[in-house]
């Protein structure tokens, strides 16, 4: 049996998982970390990173690669649609990812993930990503109204993606690549999607087997 080793909020392994589903891999396994679990990770790859993909006996990280694979190894009637570089969302969404990240990283300890179901986990991811932020994650929420003007600016410029109503009810290696960002800000309350685009975001939950978070929205 394989094995993919994830934490159930990390957008890089979302993408594997949904490849995962979509493909019907047999034999796979997931388990999923506690997010201060260094020492797994070390010992299969060397270095704290996640997803990582067990597969005959070698452990590979990098989610692309890892999807790539888990796409080889499917074995689902559908397959993945290509690329098409207009329907790329990361050069819109890249400039703004610190106002997501005020947004995303206070409310994602708060929601129900397995990777932080101990104290302990929150506090190493909380420590790490204030860091990154360069604030609390109390002045990030207390700032949420002017996070969220901006990311709702993006979203409604966000160039029209093809629903997968519309080829068959097939995913495409763009549905990969760009949802797991959006699918992150589901968790924010109140944040406006544009309709065709929340349409999108249900759909391809739907084909890649994974959740949104509108439900427990912070």
């Not at 995962?20 to 990770?41: F, G, I, P, T, W």
């Not at 649609?81 to 106002?99: D, M």
Request: hydrophobic share 40%; charged share 20%.
């Amino acid at each position: 049996m394989s094995r993919l080793y994830v934490y159930d909020h990390c957008p890089f392994c979302i993408r594997t998982l949904m490849v995962a589903h979509y493909r019907q891999v047999s034999d796979l396994e997931q388990v999923v970390l506690l997010n201060d679990d260094e020492a797994s990770c070390q010992r299969l790859i060397g270095k704290k990173m996640v997803p990582i993909f067990e597969h005959q006996g070698v452990a590979i990280g990098e989610s692309m690669d890892i999807a790539k694979l888990l796409d080889e190894l499917g074995e689902g009637p559908k397959t993945l649609r290509p690329l098409q570089l207009a329907e790329a969302t990361q050069p819109r969404l890249q400039p703004v990812q610190a106002h997501s990240w005020a947004l995303t990283f206070p409310r994602v300890t708060q929601i129900g993930m397995k990777t932080f179901a101990t104290e302990s986990a929150r506090d190493y991811f909380r420590h790490n990503k204030e860091a990154m932020l360069g604030l609390s994650f109390e002045q990030a929420l207390a700032e949420t109204e002017a996070h969220k003007a901006v990311i709702e600016r993006v979203l409604a410029e966000l160039p029209p993606l093809t629903l997968p109503s519309e080829q068959g009810h097939t995913l495409s290696w763009n549905d990969v690549m760009n949802f797991p960002p959006l699918q992150y800000l589901t968790m924010v309350k109140g944040l406006t999607f544009p309709p065709r685009l929340q349409q999108w975001l249900q759909e391809v939950a739907e084909l890649g087997g994974v959740e949104l978070y509108f439900d427990r929205a912070i």
